[in-house]
């Protein structure tokens, strides 16, 4: 898989791209990254890659002339059509459900805005798919393309290691995950469930279960919700 990002701050990524799971899955070109500086295709001396807003009003507006000569250039090493996405607080909210089906993608360009905004043009004839992270405004979409990077990566075939399994992760399931412990057993006076030191594999495996329910239920009374018409929906096939 194949991530070009488009960016005012290439910088960011620098220790992005190599720690942990990503840069081993990058280290091993389970998925691989471009990063491209908005500025380089800026054409005056003075690289200016903004200007001010039509109709006025307050910020700076990244031009379009930069980002469709990036899109052009990516698209020239690219053998399909790659997928076009805009990280902004106007986007569809990312859910797992999304990075699942954004893994079938073999190409993401991923333009990060900075400023007020972008034109609107870049919206409208070079993005196929907006993307929020949540409901608050960062100050830029650098960080929610990483977001969305890891989230990718660490699902892709073989970018996680047995022990770092995903197979507990909470949303493919839609439940949380049960409470961990390790040693020591004992800790200033705080113990681990007996259950889990008892070696009972079965019955951890049900206090497993129970613990992500009941946590669930608690936290995320919606999450809950939603498994409960998860569950009656595949016993009714
Ligand atoms: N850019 C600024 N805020 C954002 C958000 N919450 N999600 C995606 N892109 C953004």
Same mark, same amino acid.
């Given at each position: 898989m194949r991530f070009d990002v488009i960016t005012t701050m290439p910088n960011v990524y620098d220790s992005f791209k190599d720690t942990g799971i990503v840069g081993r899955a990058f280290r091993s070109e389970i998925a691989q990254i471009n990063?491209? +500086?908005l500025r380089n295709y800026a054409t005056d001396t003075f690289k200016h890659i903004d200007d001010v807003p039509f109709g006025g009003g307050s910020g700076m507006i990244i031009k379009p002339d930069p980002i469709f000569k990036a899109f052009d250039e990516i698209e020239t090493v690219?053998? =399909?059509?790659?997928?076009r996405i805009f990280f902004t607080?106007?986007?569809k909210p990312l859910k797992q459900a999304t990075v699942q089906r954004?893994?079938?993608y073999k190409h993401i360009v991923l333009l990060a805005g900075r400023y007020k905004g972008i034109d609107e043009r870049v919206r409208e004839h070079l993005i196929d798919e907006e993307i929020s992270i949540g409901d608050y405004v960062l100050s830029g979409g650098d960080l929610p393309a990483m977001v969305l990077m890891d989230a990718i990566i660490r699902r892709l075939p073989g970018a996680v290691s047995d022990d770092e399994s995903t197979d507990t992760d909470t949303f493919p399931v839609g439940l949380l995950d049960a409470p961990h412990y390790t040693r020591p057993a004992e800790y200033r006076g705080f113990s681990v469930p007996p259950i889990l030191v008892s070696g009972h594999h079965k019955k951890i495996e049900e206090w497993k279960l129970n613990k992500r329910l009941s946590r669930t239920k =608690?936290?995320?009374p +919606? /999450?809950? =919700?939603e498994? /409960?018409?998860q569950l009656e929906e595949n016993?009714?096939?």
């Amino acid at each position: 898989m194949r991530f070009d990002v488009i960016t005012t701050m290439p910088n960011v990524y620098d220790s992005f791209k190599d720690t942990g799971i990503v840069g081993r899955a990058f280290r091993s070109e389970i998925a691989q990254i471009n990063i491209w +500086d908005l500025r380089n295709y800026a054409t005056d001396t003075f690289k200016h890659i903004d200007d001010v807003p039509f109709g006025g009003g307050s910020g700076m507006i990244i031009k379009p002339d930069p980002i469709f000569k990036a899109f052009d250039e990516i698209e020239t090493v690219s053998v =399909e059509k790659p997928h076009r996405i805009f990280f902004t607080p106007q986007g569809k909210p990312l859910k797992q459900a999304t990075v699942q089906r954004l893994m079938n993608y073999k190409h993401i360009v991923l333009l990060a805005g900075r400023y007020k905004g972008i034109d609107e043009r870049v919206r409208e004839h070079l993005i196929d798919e907006e993307i929020s992270i949540g409901d608050y405004v960062l100050s830029g979409g650098d960080l929610p393309a990483m977001v969305l990077m890891d989230a990718i990566i660490r699902r892709l075939p073989g970018a996680v290691s047995d022990d770092e399994s995903t197979d507990t992760d909470t949303f493919p399931v839609g439940l949380l995950d049960a409470p961990h412990y390790t040693r020591p057993a004992e800790y200033r006076g705080f113990s681990v469930p007996p259950i889990l030191v008892s070696g009972h594999h079965k019955k951890i495996e049900e206090w497993k279960l129970n613990k992500r329910l009941s946590r669930t239920k =608690e936290k995320r009374p +919606d /999450l809950y =919700e939603e498994y /409960l018409i998860q569950l009656e929906e595949n016993k009714n096939g």
